[in-house]
C-alpha cells in the first residue's frame, strides 16, 4: 500500500499514519483505521484517477489483513473490536494524562492524546462510546497548555493532528471559563481587569494553538470567548 495519500483524499492521512505506526505492535488497530480511512476516503473522491488507484491499493491491503487476521476475535466482532479500541485509546490516554500532570509535555505527550483522539473517531464506526467527551476535551486542554509552555507546534513533526472535519459525529469540546470577569454591558464601560485580560490571553493562546492544528472549530470557539471577555469595555 502506497503511504502518499493523494490530495484530494488529504483528511485520512492521520488514519493511514496511525495505522502503518501500529501494523505490527497491534494489527487490531491497524486493520480498524485502515478500514476507517477508506470509509472516508469513499465519500471524499472515488472519482479521480489519483484518488482511484490509491483506494484499489487501501482496498486491496485491507482485504489481505482482514484474511490474516480471520481467527481474530476484534475484526469480526464490532462489539470487541469496540472494546479493543477503547482500550488502546484509554491507555493513551491515560500514558499523556499522567506525563501531563507531572508538567512533562513533550512530543510524546501530544502524539499520545491526538492518537488517542484519531481512534476516537473510528469508534465513530459502532456508534455512541464513552471515551467520546474525556478524549476530545483532553485534545482542547493539551492545546492551551502547549501554547501556555511555549512548545512551538511547528516542530513536533512526528505528532499525529486531527483533520479540520471527520466523518463521525464529533462536536468540539467546551472549556468553560468564568463569566463574572465579563462586564454588563448596561454598566458604565471602564478599562478591563487584570483577570478579564489573562482570561482573554488564554483563550487566544488556545485560538492560535489549534491554527496551527487546522482545528477550525476550536479556533472559532476560543476566539469568541476571549472576545467575551473584551468587548464590553
Not at 472516508?40 to 490509491?54: G, H, I, R, V, Y
Not at 485491507?62 to 476484534?74: H, R
Not at 471515551?131 to 513536533?156: D, I, Q, R, W
Request: hydrophobic content about 40%; some cysteine.
Amino acid at each position: 500500500m502506497s503511504t502518499k495519500v493523494p490530495a484530494s483524499l488529504k483528511p485520512i492521512s492521520h488514519y493511514i499514519k496511525i495505522a502503518n505506526e501500529n501494523a505490527n505492535r497491534d494489527p487490531v488497530v491497524y486493520y480498524w483505521c485502515l478500514f476507517y480511512a477508506v470509509q472516508c476516503a469513499m465519500q471524499l473522491d472515488k472519482n479521480s484517477p489519483e484518488a482511484l488507484q490509491f483506494l484499489t491499493g487501501l482496498l486491496g491491503t485491507l482485504e489481505s489483513v482482514k484474511k490474516q487476521l480471520s481467527g481474530t476475535e476484534a475484526i469480526n466482532n464490532e462489539i470487541i473490536a469496540q472494546a479493543h479500541l477503547e482500550s488502546f485509546a484509554l491507555k493513551l490516554f491515560d500514558f499523556a494524562d499522567a506525563k501531563e500532570k507531572a508538567g512533562q509535555i513533550d512530543k510524546s505527550v501530544v502524539h499520545a492524546f491526538y492518537t488517542a483522539g484519531h481512534v476516537m473517531d473510528v469508534l465513530s464506526l459502532f456508534g455512541e462510546h464513552s471515551l467520546k467527551n474525556l478524549l476530545y476535551t483532553s485534545k482542547t486542554f493539551v492545546l492551551g497548555n502547549l501554547a501556555e509552555h511555549n512548545h512551538p507546534n511547528s516542530s513536533m513533526e512526528n505528532t499525529s493532528i486531527p483533520p479540520t472535519h471527520t466523518f463521525g459525529e464529533r462536536k468540539s469540546a467546551e472549556i468553560g471559563y468564568n463569566t463574572s470577569l465579563i462586564q454588563d454591558p448596561s454598566g458604565s464601560k471602564q478599562k478591563p481587569t487584570v483577570e478579564a485580560f489573562n482570561e482573554a490571553r488564554k483563550f487566544t493562546k488556545y485560538a492560535l494553538s489549534a491554527i496551527d492544528y487546522e482545528d477550525t472549530n476550536a479556533v472559532v470557539d476560543n476566539l469568541k470567548k476571549a472576545l467575551a471577555f473584551m468587548e464590553n469595555f
